[in-house]
C-alpha cells in the first residue's frame, strides 16, 4: 500500500493526464473556453508542463513559488471570457465551479491511477491525498467551502457531475486535435497510440463515444492486462526515475525564478 507522502509525486500520474484533459474538455464551458483561447493544441506539452508545475508548486513548493504559479495561472486566465448572448453561452476561467470541476478532474484521475498502481489508500494517506487537490482548488478563485467537505461528499458530486457531462463540438474538437496531432514533434506523434489506449480505458463509456474512441471487450482485456503490468514493474522503479518530472518541473520553476527575482515580489500581492 502506498505510502502517505509518496503518491504526490509519482510519474505514474502522467499516464492519466488525457483522461483529466478530456473530462475538463466535456465541460461545455470550458470545451467553448479552451477552443477560443488556448494553444493546447500546438503546444501540448508545454501546456502539460505547465499543469503540472502549478499542481507541483502548490503541494511541494516554497511561497515564491506558489505565488509565481497562481500569477502564471491567473495572468493565462484573463482573457478566457465572454459573456452569454442570445446566440452562445458564455464562460469565464475565473468561475469558482469551473476551477472546482478542474481541481475535481485532476483528484478523481490521481486517485484512479494510484490505486491501480498500488491498491487501495490506508485512510490517512485518502485524506492527505484529498486535502492535497483542495489546495490544487482553492489556490485560485475557488473559496475552501466550495471543495466537497470530505471524500464521500467528493463522490457524490463527481457521480452527479459526471451524469450529465456531455463533450459539446468545441471540446471534442479540442479532444481530437490533441489525440490525433498532426503539427508537433514526431516524437510526440510516435506515443500517442498508447496514450490514446490509456486515455480511452480510463474514461467513462459516454465520454468516449463523445470523443469518437473506439472500445471494446478486446481493448478492456488488453487495458486491464497492461495495469496489472504496471503495477508490478512501475513500483520497484528508483524513486529518482519515479519522482524525475516533479523534481524537473520544480527545478525549472526555480531557475525562472533565480533569473527574474523580481517576479514573485512584484506580482506578490496581486498572485
Known amino acids: 500500500m502506498v505510502q502517505r507522502a509518496d503518491y504526490r509525486a509519482e510519474g505514474i ?56 504559479v497562481r500569477r502564471r495561472v491567473n495572468r493565462a486566465h484573463v482573457p478566457v471570457r465572454r459573456p452569454a448572448d442570445e446566440n452562445s453561452a458564455g464562460y469565464n476561467a475565473f468561475n469558482p465551479a469551473l476551477q472546482l470541476w478542474v481541481a475535481a478532474t485532476l483528484y478523481d484521475t490521481a486517485l484512479n491511477i494510484i490505486e491501480r498502481i498500488y491498491g487501495p489508500l490506508d485512510d490517512d494517506a485518502a485524506e492527505a491525498m484529498y486535502q492535497d487537490y483542495a489546495r490544487i482548488g482553492t489556490a485560485l478563485q475557488m473559496p475552501p ?15 452527479e457531475q459526471l451524469s450529465a457531462l456531455r463533450a459539446e463540438e468545441e471540446g471534442v474538437r479540442v479532444g481530437r486535435g490533441l489525440l490525433f496531432p498532426r503539427h508537433t514533434a514526431l516524437w ?15 474514461l467513462p463509456d459516454q465520454l468516449r463515444r463523445d470523443f469518437g474512441l473506439a472500445w471494446s471487450d478486446r481493448h478492456q482485456r488488453r487495458f486491464d492486462h497492461a495495469w496489472r503490468i ?15 518530472f516533479k523534481d524537473y518541473c520544480l527545478g525549472e520553476l526555480e531557475k525562472d ?13 496581486s498572485a
Do not use: C
Not at 21 to 31: D, E, Q, S, T, V
Not at 230 to 244: C, D, E, S, T
Open 230 to 244: 504496471l503495477a508490478v514493474a512501475y513500483p520497484v522503479l528508483p524513486q529518482g526515475i519515479r519522482h524525475w
Open 13 to 68: 500520474l502522467l499516464a492519466g493526464a488525457g483522461r483529466a484533459i478530456l473530462l475538463r474538455l466535456a465541460n461545455p464551458a470550458i470545451g467553448r473556453g479552451v477552443a477560443a483561447h488556448s494553444t493546447f493544441t500546438m503546444r501540448p506539452v508545454n501546456r502539460l508542463k505547465g499543469t503540472l508545475t502549478y499542481v507541483y508548486a502548490i503541494v511541494y513548493g516554497t511561497d515564491e513559488q506558489v505565488k509565481e
Open 188 to 202: 510526440y506523434r510516435a506515443i500517442m497510440p498508447p496514450a490514446r489506449f490509456l486515455t480511452a480505458g480510463l
Open 257 to 269: 525564478l533565480r533569473r527574474s527575482p523580481h517576479i514573485v515580489r512584484q506580482q506578490g500581492i
Open 145 to 159: 467551502d466550495m471543495w466537497p467537505q470530505d471524500r464521500a461528499a467528493f463522490r457524490r458530486y463527481w457521480e
